[in-house]
């Protein structure tokens, strides 16, 4: 029973990372969007350097993020899986509260409801109770 549990574990901390990792996905896609879209100063805002450098700053930690999680997931049952699959989801959260908690894009998706309370903070005005909370280990 045991063993079990601690599968059902490493399958929860990986479905919620890779659910993280597509909010990021989505929000990723919205921002490079209105980058091209938004013009200021006669240009598009995209093309001040400044914006371009975060945005590479952002698609690196993304794909750090998928990186650890496909890591997680191949090692998901070995004596590794459970601290890897636990980092990727802590590593997804930390780099999805930075990325998009301006916008809250969490209570939008289908886990919305659940992953808010883990990449949200008091600066979000999600509409989830407790956003602010993170109690899930």
Same mark, same amino acid.
């Given at each position: 029973a045991a063993a079990i549990v601690a599968r059902m574990r490493v399958a929860m901390q990986l479905a919620l990372a890779a659910e993280m990792l597509g909010i990021m996905e989505g929000a990723s896609a919205k921002t490079l969007e209105y980058l091209g879209t938004r013009v200021q100063f006669g240009q598009p805002i995209g /093309?001040?350097?400044?914006?371009?450098?975060?945005?590479?700053?952002?698609?690196?930690? /993304?794909? $750090?993020?998928?990186?650890?999680?496909?890591?997680?997931?191949?090692?998901?049952?070995?004596?590794?899986?459970?601290?890897?699959? $636990?980092?990727a989801r802590v590593l997804a959260g930390e780099v999805g509260e930075y990325g998009i908690t301006a916008n809250c894009v969490a209570p939008a998706t289908i886990g919305g409801a659940l992953l808010a309370p883990l990449i949200c903070n008091s600066r979000c005005a999600c509409p989830a109770p407790n956003a602010g909370e993170r109690s899930m280990s």
């Open positions: /093309k001040f350097q400044a914006l371009r450098h975060q945005s590479v700053d952002n698609y690196v930690q /993304k794909e $750090t993020v998928r990186s650890l999680i496909l890591e997680a997931a191949h090692a998901a049952r070995s004596e590794h899986g459970p601290r890897l699959a $636990t980092a």
